[in-house]
Nanobody
Framework: QVQLVESGGGLVQAGGSLRLSCAAS????????LGWFRQAPGKERECVAA???????YYADSAKGRFTIARDNAKKTVYLQMNSLKPEDTAVYYC????????????????WGQGTQVTVSS
């Protein structure tokens, strides 16, 4: 049974930083593509960053230069370091895992966490 649990969300002022963590169980993390997605009220879920098992990394244009995705296969954890946060970053953030290289395709990810709320105030 695969389980993903996000943590690290909260309330932060614009310009601040947060580090999100996703703890995985029931899988060999090194064999999975890992992604971070976000969804704001009334909007569709979008990919923020993804880390393929072969080492390739994808960032959405809105995240480039501000966010960093990293994984620790031994600890079965994937991280999203978010710097210079903006109010438009406010959303529920989800981690997801895929056996294939899925990058930003929501439909390609089979396993999802429950999400963690990130709120950026101005």
């Amino acid at each position: 049974q695969v389980q993903l649990v996000e943590s690290g969300g909260g309330l932060v002022q614009a310009g601040g930083s947060l580090r999100l963590s996703c703890a995985a169980s029931g899988l060999t993390l090194s064999r999975y593509t890992l992604g971070w997605f976000r969804q704001a009220p009334g909007k569709e879920r979008e990919c923020v960053a993804a880390h393929g098992w072969s080492g390739n990394i994808y960032y959405a244009d809105s995240a480039k230069g501000r966010f960093t995705i990293a994984r620790d296969n031994a600890k079965k954890t994937v991280y999203l370091q978010m710097n210079s946060l903006k109010p438009e970053d406010t959303a529920v953030y989800y981690c997801a895992a895929s056996l294939w290289y899925a990058r930003d395709s929501v439909e390609s990810y089979a396993y999802w966490g429950q999400g963690t709320q990130v709120t950026v105030s101005s």
